[in-house]
Each structure stands twice: as C-alpha cells, then as structure tokens.
C-alpha cells in the first residue's frame, strides 16, 4: 500500500477503519540537481537523516466496505544536514529539504479466500518539496539555489494479503506510475500482529523511487528502509 495500514480480518459487512501512526526508518540515495549548483549525488543514511531530523510526522489511514476501500498514506519530514557530494562538482552540501508526500487509493477486493486476498489499487500521490542547496567545499564552492515544487502522479497498484493465523497477517504493496513524475514507483512488505481487535503492531521494509525532472530542478532519489507501527481497528 502506500500505507502501511493493517488488514487483519475478512471483509465484513459495514465499514472498518485503520489508522496507524509510524516511524519509517528511510535513507535518501540518489541525485539532485537545483538551479545553477551541479547535479549532486546523495547518499544518507537513516542514522545521517535521524541526526539532523527537524520533525517527520507519518501516518495511514484505511476504510473499507465489503470489496471496496479507501487508502491514504501521508509523510512530512524536514531536514537540514550538511552531506558529501558527488559528480560534476564534489564537495560538501548544506541542505534544508522538506518534503510531503500524500497518496490515496481507492481499493477493490476481486479474490477474497478463506487465509489469502488480492486487490487492485487506483490512486494519486502529491510530492511537495522546498530545498535549499549550498556548495560549501569544493570546486563549486559559494553556489546556493532553492526550488519549491509541487507535481501529482497518477498510480496503479496491487496488494496481496495473507493471514497464516488468526493473529498475524503479512502483505505485500506494488505501485507503479507517473504523470509529474517521469517514473514513480513503490514496494512494500508488512507483516502485522494484533494483540486484540482493536490493537495492533505493524512493521516491514518499504522501497519508493521517484524519478522527476523540469529545468533547473532533478530529483532522481530513493527512499528505502525499515518501519514501524502501531495500529487502531474499529
């Protein structure tokens, strides 16, 4: 999913809602390029981003009635570090970055047996970023440029859900998309533990690339690393 949202039950008659608070343990790789500094590879660790984290409130949010549901999924993170660069200039970055990432699926349940089901998921996902760069070493040194972006991509996806036993669950999330985006796309693996029918842990690993490009700006990077959760149902 773009969330890490738990399905722990069959569908029942009348809506089921999910909401789960999460920490994404993510590293950024990739390259960025804004304005007159030269595109600059990035590679940062979750322990480099944690050390210089300003805020990053995460969380999904699931209903579902019947076959047919409703998925959103919402990251903020902001973040100033100072990280080596590489490519044509390598030298070191001040980067300010904020980014906010919201997605929604609408979900339709077409397999549903008795220990397994499969859905298709049709969505959106919003990227909102404010960067700031500085080339402080280097032979680039003294050049600085910002950009403020704002693009939606369209997005298909599909789900696989498992319930090997009445207390766990585990699931695997695909997307694939683009429109703003040259290519987005997404993976996830969860796996889910309800101590009761209301609470309930959620962790996994989860992959997202995104690939955009216009004049003056790139952001080719991935997002990758572990995660963790704790699930409302009712």
């Known amino acids: 999913n773009s969330t890490p949202a738990p399905t722990t039950a069959a569908p029942a008659k009348g809506w089921e809602f999910d909401i789960v608070p999460y920490i994404w343990g993510s590293g950024l790789n990739g390259n960025v390029k804004i304005g007159r500094v030269p595109t600059q590879t990035i590679d940062a660790s979750f322990e480099d981003i944690l050390d ?10 699931e209903a579902r009635n019947g076959r047919w549901g ?8 902001r973040l100033d570090d100072t990280v080596s660069g590489s490519g ?9 970055m904020t980014q906010q990432l919201y997605a929604a699926f609408l979900t339709y349940r077409f397999y549903e047996g008795n220990k397994s089901a499969v859905e298709f998921a049709w969505g959106m996902r919003n990227y909102q970023l404010d960067n700031d760069l500085e080339v402080v070493s280097g032979i680039a040194q003294g050049l600085a ?12 996806g599909v789900r ?8 766990w669950s585990l699931s695997a999330f695909a997307d694939l ?17 309800a101590f009761n029918k209301t609470v309930s842990l959620a962790f996994g690993y989860r992959y997202l690339h995104v690939d955009f490009e216009q004049t003056d700006f790139l952001y080719d990077a991935s997002m990758q690393g572990p995660f963790v959760g704790v699930g409302f149902h009712w």
Do not use: K
């Open 160 to 167: 696989y859900i498992g319930r090997p036993s009445p207390r």
């Open 52 to 61: 210089h984290l300003g805020v990053a409130p995460m969380g999904a949010f």
């Open 88 to 96: 044509a200039s390598p030298g070191e970055i001040d980067v300010s």
């Open 177 to 193: 998309g683009g429109g703003g985006s040259h290519l987005a796309w997404e993976a996830i693996g969860i796996a889910d533990f």
């Open 145 to 156: 440029a910002s950009a403020d972006e704002n693009w939606w991509d369209w997005l298909v």
């Open 70 to 77: 409703v998925l959103v999924d919402a990251i903020y993170i």
